[in-house]
């Protein structure tokens, strides 16, 4: 079974852009959740969508936004770039069990780079 | 809040040392814990899990014991091996609520000489 992939792998913007990161989770997944890593925070929560529908949400600013596709697929969009955006953003899928998901699966990243 | 804390790496070694990262946590209600690595240039990979108190998680020579009484999970392995050199992240999920985010240590960077 195939595993998470992220398009695109690398990325450069310059301030003030936007970009729009895409995740296709594994296959038979519907949770899709989003994570920011940098070197000085570490990995935080961005937000996480199932069926279509964003459930919970990390302390992140309104510049930081998203949605799910019906089928599992999901972007996430980051307006107004600032050098701080900087990061690799992660995406983790996960299947949706009784009580609660399962193992959350991580694709590779995408580096982007703000100038 | 939720919160994980590992121990500051980094950590060197000798191939074939014995191993432990050390991961303490604070919950409001009953997690479960989970042990990603990273390989430079990667994403993470899940290495292993606990869901409920005194499990064992295990997978590639790596073991870790959910302890509710230390609120630990630490990591272990008894002979590391040059291709273990990544970051290790200890990282929990609040189970039974409506948010299911992963709250993650600092991770802990292992390099493993020959």
């Known amino acids: 079974k195939a595993g998470v992939t992220q398009t695109p792998r690398y990325l450069i913007k310059t301030r003030g852009q936007q970009v729009t990161l895409s995740c296709s989770p594994i296959?038979?997944?519907?949770?899709v959740s989003w994570y920011q890593q940098t070197p000085g925070q570490g990995l935080q929560f961005l937000f996480e969508y199932f069926s279509e529908t964003q459930r919970n949400k990390g302390n992140f600013p309104g510049r930081f936004s998203g949605r799910q596709f019906s089928n599992s697929r999901s972007e996430m969009n980051v307006s107004t770039l600032e050098l701080g955006d900087s990061a690799l953003y992660l995406c983790?899928?996960?299947?949706?069990?009784?009580?609660?998901?399962?193992?959350?699966?991580f694709g590779p990243g995408t580096r982007l780079t703000v100038l | 809040g939720d919160s994980v804390t590992q121990m500051e790496g980094p950590v060197t070694l000798s191939e074939e040392a014995f191993l432990t990262i050390n991961c303490t946590y604070t919950?409001?209600?009953?997690?479960?814990l989970f042990w990603y690595v990273q390989y430079p240039g990667e994403g993470l990979q899940l290495l292993l899990k606990a869901t409920k108190a005194d499990d064992k998680g295990s997978n590639k020579g790596f073991e870790a014991t959910y302890r509710k009484e230390t609120t630990s999970f630490h990591l272990e392995k008894g002979s590391v091996q040059v291709s273990d050199s990544a970051v290790y992240f200890c990282a929990l999920r609040e189970e039974g609520g409506s948010n299911y985010k992963l709250t993650f240590g600092k991770g802990t960077l292992l390099t493993v000489n020959p």
């Open positions: 983790a899928s996960s299947l949706f069990i009784q009580g609660g998901p399962d193992t959350q699966y």
């Open positions: 296959s038979g997944h519907r949770s």
């Open positions: 919950a409001t209600g009953y997690p479960s």
